[in-house]
């Protein structure tokens, strides 16, 4: 195949050219880096969060020092319970003592007890009882070897029918809800794929065309599964961290091929040479893809500085996907593209599997553009209005952390949970109080924990079971104090403000040398909070700066990086209000199947701005490239919008759909934090492909008109990375008029507009 002799010198032109060149090196290297990221995933064990880890300011410092004092067992418990007969029966009494015994002689239990040793608890009915005990080991090793002791406490049901004798605790749950949250990834998946396949078909009109985004975009999602492993031993992962690598890498793995394969078809279909086709896809798309890729990292990073390891981690995986899914798209599919040529229209789907004609464009979108740009101003107000409405309910954004209440229901472990917090109120919410001192068993350390005790046991806002736990060296004082509430609400909260304004500065503080700090579910949840605001302000101006200098190199020009941020800001907004009206307030809670817990879950709301931030520059990037495009090769900016809008409208639209089909599906399934992930998503990105990119770019473009291009003469030394200047493209066969790039639009070099 001949080389293009006006072939662009960009970054992403040379590596598609050398791609095409080197094809059978591109694509067996692709495979073996996938199969060899896949296999370091399964040679390495993947390293994750500590409880202690995941909790933020004063919760975590409470949460570390119980931790390394050893006051963070996995400690367990087995209810048994009878509707009829209490405590004092023989056949009560022969169950509780069927399930020490079997549980006695299961490996690695410890500290077992039980109410008829003296230990354990027994209910204020005397209809429940507990059985506790501990698995040794570390979060990892107890993750395998709970399976024993559940398999001892079946045994034991199986034998009593009559009762109930379940399990409960820390790797219990966790086993459960770690088995829910793969079965929901998995379902996923299978949901994710069909749905992507048959958008790309329709879009792309053939079998073997749609097939290569989607392998590409599962090739990088399962390599990235399995490469993440690697970095996880120095910087351990979130659980969550999985459900981002598949959400953002099919999404954003699909779209790049997307963008670059309708690129190359387009120009084939205006009768390019195979080489020349994919030169300019390389020159053009695959340039936007590169910057794409880039502005989505930059955006991501934004959660590198929030302090949060539950968020490090999951910037690390997202980072990851999104630069593998670019590499692939500007290494691996030039070279897949080469190697099929015009038999990536093989498999044609009937009435939409025609060949495309090179100036095809939306019909749709084309007419609202005009009316758009007739009337710009009024197309700003009213679409802008919207927008503005939409995201006023965001002013009310509650941050909650979502506790085992909102867990879906049909986990049996989240039934034993109601039943043991229902018969032994002090298992439920409680602030944790650690105590740090020399001696914490004697002197003023130990008459302030009393003291302590005595007078939240006299608040109205304390229950009744509180306890006190010592480590060995006795330096170390974990005072549990049940409250009122679910961890999440009001009441927890005034609890826990109580607790830590009030009456450990009444019992403990002043006392020299010891510390003092509190933990819990709602102190997890405030401090939380407390911390990604203070943050908040680092991270937008991160995100900002960035995002700022790389479109202003770009698109040398200070107007379209400050519009694309506001723009931006605004879809942000609206999908922040969609979730307030629809999880906060509860008014979905039929349609997806939750219960609104009163907010939304804390980790959500810079999770998507970054997220929607980073993605929603994919569509801008696609559109003004193309724009730019035509305004350099002649066209007066009002044309060049109305062009480039209208010409990469159905390429822009079906990859929406293939987003917000993704996203989707992580609405249908079981945990809420998923449902809420996707849905903001989803909203997000179909609010910017339509509203922002399909009224309020054009109408503000046209309301600029050559002030879009402004760039002030002092930054005229800035480099030039191939946007200013369209790619120099090979003219068509025996055409004797002005150069052009196939779709009709002149190549005449345009100046740089200096607006009055």
């Not at 949250?181 to 069909?194: E, F, T, W």
Request: net charge negative.
């Amino acid at each position: 195949m001949s080389s293009s002799p006006h072939r662009s010198t960009s970054l992403a032109a040379r590596m598609g050219h050398w791609s095409a060149n080197h094809r059978k090196a591109a694509i067996l290297g692709w495979l073996a880096f996938v199969v060899v990221a896949i296999l370091a995933g399964q040679l390495v064990s993947q390293q994750t969060l500590t409880q202690a880890e995941l909790t933020s300011g004063e919760a975590g410092r409470a949460e570390q020092a119980l931790d390394d004092a050893g006051l963070r067992p996995t400690s367990e418990v087995v209810l048994v319970q009878s509707k009829t007969l209490t405590t004092e029966d023989a056949e009560f009494r022969a169950t509780i003592n069927d399930v020490t015994t079997r549980l006695s002689s299961t490996a690695h239990v410890e500290k077992l007890t039980s109410p008829l040793s003296g230990g354990g608890s027994v209910s204020a009915d005397r209809h429940s009882a507990l059985v506790d005990f501990e698995i040794a080991g570390t979060d990892e090793e107890t993750a395998d070897r709970v399976d024993p002791t559940l398999a001892a406490v079946a045994a034991v049901q199986d034998r009593h029918p009559g009762f109930v004798v379940e399990q409960f605790g820390s790797a219990s749950a966790d086993k459960d809800i770690d088995t829910v949250i793969q079965d929901d990834l998995a379902k996923a998946g299978m949901l994710s794929i069909p749905v992507t396949l048959l958008i790309l078909m329709i879009a792309l009109g053939s079998i073997v065309a749609a097939g290569i985004p989607l392998l590409l975009g599962i090739s990088a999602v399962l390599a990235t599964m399995g490469l993440i492993a690697i970095p996880s031993q120095i910087f351990p992962l979130d659980d969550n961290v999985s459900a981002v690598i598949l959400l953002i890498g099919l999404a954003v793995g699909v779209d790049y091929s997307f963008f670059y394969l309708r690129r190359e078809r387009e120009e084939r279909a205006a009768g390019r040479s195979p080489r020349d086709a994919l030169d300019i896809a390389a020159a053009t798309s695959g340039r936007a893809v590169l910057i794409s890729g880039l502005t989505v990292i930059v955006a991501m990073a934004g959660m590198l500085i929030s302090g949060e390891k539950g968020f490090i981690s999951i910037a690390e995986g997202a980072i990851m996907v999104v630069l593998i899914a670019m590499f692939a798209s500007l290494t691996v599919l030039p070279a897949v593209l080469a190697w099929l040529g015009d038999r990536v229209e093989k498999g044609r789907i009937p009435l939409v599997g025609r060949k495309r004609r090179q100036c095809e464009q939306s019909r749709f979108w084309s007419a609202i553009v005009d009316r758009v740009m007739r009337r710009p101003w009024l197309s700003i107000v009213l679409a802008g209005g919207a927008l503005v409405l939409l995201a006023v309910p965001a002013l009310n954004l509650k941050t909650v952390n979502t506790d085992i209440e909102q867990l879906p229901e049909g986990i049996g472990i989240i039934d034993t949970y109601d039943r043991v917090r229902a018969a032994f109120p002090s298992e439920g919410v409680a602030a944790v109080v650690a105590v740090e001192a020399e001696d914490v068993r004697s002197g003023e350390a130990a008459a302030g924990i009393s003291l302590l005790q005595r007078r939240a046991e006299s608040s109205d806002r304390v229950l009744k079971g509180g306890e006190v736990n010592y480590s060995e060296d006795g330096t170390i004082a974990e005072v549990v104090i049940p409250t009122v509430g679910n961890g999440t609400d009001a009441r927890s909260t005034a609890a826990l403000n109580e607790i830590r304004d009030e009456l450990i500065p009444a019992t403990l503080g002043g006392i020299e040398g010891v510390t003092v700090n509190v933990s819990g579910n709602a102190a997890q949840s405030e401090d939380f909070r407390d911390q990604l605001t203070s943050r908040l302000p680092l991270i937008f101006g991160f995100v900002f700066a960035l995002t700022f200098v790389l479109m202003l190199v770009t698109f040398r020009s200070i107007v379209i990086p400050i519009k694309a941020i506001l723009l931006n800001l605004l879809s942000v907004g609206a999908a922040y209000g969609a979730l307030v009206l629809v999880f906060q307030n509860g008014n979905g809670e039929s349609l997806l199947g939750f219960t609104s817990n009163g907010g939304v879950t804390s980790w959500l709301p810079l999770f998507l701005f970054v997220i929607l931030f980073g993605l929603s520059m994919d569509y801008h990037v696609f559109i003004l490239s193309r724009v730019r495009e035509a305004y350099q090769r002649g066209m007066d900016t009002s044309e060049a919008v109305r062009f480039g809008i209208t010409q990469t409208a159905g390429t822009v639209t079906s990859a929406a759909l293939v987003m917000v089909a993704v996203f989707s599906v992580f609405m249908t399934l079981d945990f809420v934090d998923f449902k809420q992930m996707g849905f903001g998503l989803a909203v997000a990105v179909l609010i910017d492909a339509t509203i922002i990119r399909g009224v309020l770019l054009p109408a503000s473009m046209k309301v600029l008109g050559d002030w879009n291009w402004y760039l002030p003469k002092w930054l005229e030394w800035m480099p030039r990375v191939g946007s200013d200047g369209a790619p120099h493209l090979p003219d068509e066969p025996g055409d004797s008029g002005p150069p052009d790039d196939g779709t009709g639009v002149p190549r005449a070099p345009k100046p740089e507009p200096v607006p009055a």
